[in-house]
């Protein structure tokens, strides 16, 4: 009987224990993670006004439900928990699906002043991250600046725009809420470094932004104007063409009677955030200008953006798991169709699928193929794998040695634990921000035993 751990309990994480589940009858399956609750940045990324793609959460629970799938919540895996080593001790393989962590940064002066943050730090805040700080992003913030133009940036211009009435159905911790409600940001900019041919997110999140109540949406017709396909975009790809087209329809001035206006900018590049007060208080951004190769080059001349609050968004990194090799260029696991190289061999028993082996590239559904392939792999080296004896049961050992994991039944408990939060608000479901709560929410479940 094949045993696998899991590390990780995202879509790569789900979708490696399904594919184990049905192309090996008897393969049992542990899926564990850091945090007390499954489902990674289906939970914890996506936004909460996007219920659709948070219901993919139905698909993740069904895995996690299957018979022969468990899972283990609240425990690290690395040099704060549980060693590599040790899983690949107690199970016959160890499959890391533990994404890409990092944010990237600019590496520009002024890049840690008070107000300037990741867009994944402000994301985990408003998704009640247990590990997010409730830093007072809004405090005090009159205009913003987000910088990046992919979905990530559009998602934290949405939320930074949104009104309560809109919110308030959704998931999203009441502290949170209520910042946002006695938000006094008016003037959004959300500025990329090429033109808007070039942007990277989609037109259905581009679009969201025109719906918006009390809310103008403006395109920077001189901006725009610097790009060559702006003009006719009838070349360019579908998506990009799509893109170009709604954003063209922004180019007029904006209605006045709106109370907040998102500026959409292009061809600017941060160069160096300036410090007001204490804090930051504007970006100062070069402009730029096409260098014909698909690229931008500087033109020395540069232009202040006000801001008090400043979010980053251009992309993440992977960050070296414990105990695996790494490829820093890359930002990934070296590997062989999902299997982990050391020093360019095969190492037996370890794995890896999702951002950490192809980078922070895809959609949530590109995770499937991605993990279809890495499981093909174990499945190909399981007869060698399961000559090894293991324990019967890996969990008694891992308890033994300290480890007191968050079983399905906690997982459970929070979930009501939650519900009766939202309604004690006049909400619907309402997530626990603190690891705290979660641990005391999922204790009452008891010593619930679980299956396998």
């Avoid at 289906?42 to 022969?68: C, F, M, W």
């Avoid at 820093?328 to 169709?337: E, I, R």
């Avoid at 190492?347 to 392939?373: D, Q």
């Amino acid at each position: 009987m094949l045993r696998v751990a899991v590390v990780g309990s995202g879509p790569s994480g789900c979708y490696t224990a399904q594919h184990l589940v049905q192309l090996d009858p008897g393969a049992r399956v542990d899926v564990l993670d850091r945090l007390p609750c499954p489902y990674g940045l289906v939970r914890y990324g996506v936004a909460p006004d996007h219920e659709k793609i948070k219901s993919l959460q139905n698909g993740l629970r069904t895995v996690l439900e299957h018979e022969r799938v468990r899972f283990l919540g609240a425990v690290p895996v690395g040099p704060d928990g549980v060693p590599a080593a040790r899983l690949r001790e107690l199970y016959h393989a160890v499959v890391f699906c533990v994404g890409a962590a990092a944010d990237r940064r600019l590496d520009v002066p002024g890049e840690d002043l008070p107000g300037s943050w990741s867009a994944t730090e402000f994301v985990s805040w408003y998704s009640a991250h247990p590990d997010a700080a409730d830093a007072g992003f809004l405090r005090g913030v009159r205009s913003a600046v987000v910088v990046g133009v992919g979905n990530v940036a559009v998602d934290v211009t949405r939320m930074l725009a949104r009104g309560t009435r809109e919110l308030r159905p959704t998931d999203m911790p009441h502290a949170a809420l209520t910042a946002l409600a006695a938000s006094g940001v008016t003037r959004i900019h959300m500025v990329g470094r090429r033109g808007p041919s070039q942007a990277r997110f989609t037109t259905k999140e581009l679009r969201e932004l025109g719906t918006l109540p009390d809310t103008a949406v403006q395109a920077d017709a001189d901006d725009a104007a610097l790009d060559p396909a702006f003009a006719d975009p009838s070349g360019l790809p579908p998506l990009r063409r799509r893109n170009v087209e709604v954003l063209r329809g922004w180019t007029a001035p904006p209605r006045p009677d709106a109370r907040r206006l998102i500026r959409l900018r292009f061809f600017l590049r941060p160069v160096e955030l300036l410090a007001r007060n204490g804090r930051v208080g504007a970006v100062r951004f070069e402009r730029t200008v096409p260098d014909g190769s698909g690229g931008v080059t500087g033109t020395g001349r540069f232009e202040d953006i006000e801001g008090q609050l400043v979010l980053r968004s251009v992309g993440y990194r992977g960050v070296p798991p414990a105990g695996l090799p790494f490829d820093a260029a890359t930002g990934t696991v070296p590997h062989l169709a999902g299997r982990v190289l050391r020093g360019g061999a095969v190492a037996p028993g370890e794995y890896v699928a999702g951002w950490i082996k192809r980078g922070p590239t895809g959609v949530i559904g590109t995770n499937r193929s991605c993990a279809k392939e890495t499981v093909t792999s174990l499945l190909e080296d399981a007869p060698s794998l399961t000559s090894r004896p293991l324990p019967a049961d890996p969990l008694p050992a891992l308890r033994a040695e300290g480890v007191d994991p968050v079983l399905w039944p906690g997982w459970q408990s929070i979930e009501r634990t939650e519900s009766r939060l939202g309604a004690s608000l006049g909400r619907g479901v309402v997530k626990l921000a603190d690891w705290p709560s979660l641990l005391a929410a999922a204790g009452e479940a008891g010593d619930a035993v679980t299956r396998l």
